[in-house]
């Protein structure tokens, strides 16, 4: 017998994004009640407790776009929030080094972007590079990011969970989407709930869920995979900051990178790897033959028709299944590299990317659609964990009407 529920606001997904709505709904509206439900039966199991712990200070994106709006708020306030909860962060910092004049010229370009944006960053010669990181190695100029740090993002998510339950937010666990039955009406798991308002923040199934309430209609989430090699032992010489290249800035990636993790462990990665089913992270793990199907379609489409480059970002990717392939990336970064050190495989992660279906273009910004019942969170990606504070006030904000 199915039991029923009822709530204010109901949040699908209990990641990152979705805990973050639920604290602005908790901040604005403290007596309405609130009811996240999450398919996993523990948190930050998928995108949030997966990602690089990075928080971005927010250079690489342009002035118009929501990610510059919300990534320096972001990082600043995620800053604040571990140290006064006294929350593990690492002050690492990060440099983006070139390896030629037109790399050189890509690090003038985000200056430019990180000025327009109100972002600390520097551009530093050779030796000024050397004294930031005795190890790494540019082409004349490197940019440098004095705010750029590192946190654990699954000590995040738990702790703001727990001050959400301690506010009387319900989470329930173990609950996955089942369908819609109504409006503002879903089965999750077993449960049937009613709210006043539901909150889509389902990470690599939004798309699915939004297309039951009829929103979602021009795009489709394709899954990228990003797999990191770690560091067993410290590396000798090993790294002061996060190494970054000169990203293509058409493309939503960064580029395969140094990452130093709040712990102080040195890794490599990530790629960008297009998988095959939306949860594909090893072996037939999370199997399913109807998204292989759906997704192998998309992917063979862009394939042949070489949208944003796709033929030769699938190439270069797969090679990217090879440590010694890693380690070759990364070398011309660093004046010498302990390869030896590098043997681990870590954690993967599956990067939920919004594709418009006409125009076979990667969407590179925040999409967010809603009306007055369903609101639906579609893309948020990197850097949406730094993001996610100032993102769910606008989300808020913006569906609710509410404003501080």
């Given amino acids: 017998m199915k039991s029923k529920k009822q709530a204010d606001y109901v949040i699908i997904g209990a990641g990152i994004i979705g805990l973050a709505i639920a604290r602005e709904l908790k901040i604005r509206f403290p007596a309405k009640s609130i009811i996240i439900i999450e398919k996993e039966p523990a948190l930050a199991a998928h995108g949030s407790g997966r990602n690089s712990g990075v928080l971005h200070a927010g250079f690489y994106y342009t002035a118009d776009s929501l990610k510059a709006r919300f990534c320096r708020d972001g990082c600043a306030e995620w800053k604040d929030y571990v140290k006064a909860r006294g929350l593990k962060l690492n002050h690492c910092k990060k440099v983006v080094v070139a390896k030629n004049e037109e790399e050189r010229q890509g690090i003038h370009e985000l200056k430019k972007r990180g000025d327009a944006n109100g972002v600390e960053v520097h551009i530093v010669d050779e030796a000024e590079l050397t004294k930031i990181d005795p190890n790494a190695k540019t082409y004349k100029e490197a940019l440098y990011s004095p705010t750029t740090a590192t946190i654990d993002p ?91 290249p000169v990203p293509n800035l058409k493309n939503p990636f960064l580029g395969v990178h140094f990452n130093i993790t709040v712990d102080g462990k040195i890794k490599i990665g990530p790629t960008a790897i297009p998988a095959f089913w939306r949860e594909n992270y090893r072996g037939l793990s999370r199997f399913k033959l109807d998204e292989l199907f ?52 870590a954690r993967p992660g599956i990067r939920a990317q919004l594709l418009h279906k006409k125009s076979l273009k990667l969407l590179q910004d925040f999409v967010v659609e809603g009306d007055d019942k369903t609101v639906h969170v579609l893309n948020a990606v990197s850097p949406a964990f730094t993001c996610s504070l100032p993102f769910g006030r606008y989300v808020v904000e913006k569906y609710t009407g509410s404003s501080k």
């Fill in 154 to 244: 699954v000590e995040i998510c738990l702790h703001l969970a727990g001050e959400l339950r301690a506010e009387g937010v319900e989470i329930l666990l173990a609950h996955p989407y089942r369908q819609k039955l109504g409006p503002l009406s879903i089965l999750a798991g077993d449960t049937e709930i009613t709210a006043g308002k539901i909150f889509n923040c389902a990470g690599l199934y939004a798309d699915r869920i939004a297309r039951d309430f009829g929103f979602c209609k021009d795009y489709t989430i394709i899954p990228f995979k990003g797999i990191h090699v770690l560091a067993a032992r410290p590396p000798v010489p090993s790294v002061r900051t996060l190494i970054y």
């Fill in 294 to 345: 759906a997704i192998a379609a998309w992917e063979l489409k862009l394939f042949a028709t070489n949208a944003f480059g796709f033929r030769r970002l699938a190439f270069e990717e797969i090679r990217k299944y090879s440590r010694r392939h890693l380690l070759n990336l990364v070398r011309p970064m660093v004046k010498e590299l302990d390869d030896a050190a590098f043997t681990n495989w």
